[in-house]
Nanobody
Framework: QVQLVESGGGLVQAGDSLRLSCAAS????????FGWFRQAPGKEREFVAA????????TYADSVKGRFTIFRDNAKNTVYLQMNSLKPEDTAVYYC?????????????????WGQGTQVTVSS
């Protein structure tokens, strides 16, 4: 079992940056792949970014490519999402998810560990 706790959300203005953190506990994360998803009010949860167990493989949704960066620090059991050039349409609850897999996953149904989410609000 892996427990995930997100932090780092908040209210920012368009163009600002935020770094989300996902602290994992319960087991070492060295063989766990992670993803970030988000859900805006009235919308379905959508994929944002994912990273493989080694950290060398990453993938992003087109809407965040070039602005967001996912990375991990296995020594700290933490995964991060650096968000730059934020836009109002990035406003959502952001969720960290994990799965015991060496392969990068992009589907929410492929993950079996989830955090509670952290709110990100971007004002125009």
């Amino acid at each position: 079992q892996v427990q995930l706790v997100e932090s780092g959300g908040g209210l920012v203005q368009a163009g600002d940056s935020l770094r989300l953190s996902c602290a994992a506990s319960g087991r070492t994360i060295s063989t766990v792949s992670f993803g970030w998803f988000r859900q805006a009010p009235g919308k379905e949860r959508e994929f944002v970014a994912a990273i493989g167990w080694s950290g060398r493989s990453t993938t992003y949704a087109d809407s965040v490519k070039g602005r967001f960066t996912i990375f991990r620090d296995n020594a700290k059991n933490t995964v991060y999402l650096q968000m730059n050039s934020l836009k109002p349409e990035d406003t959502a609850v952001y969720y960290c998810a994990g799965v015991a897999s060496f392969v990068v996953r992009t589907g929410a149904s492929q993950y079996n560990y989830w955090g509670q989410g952290t709110q990100v609000t971007v004002s125009s």
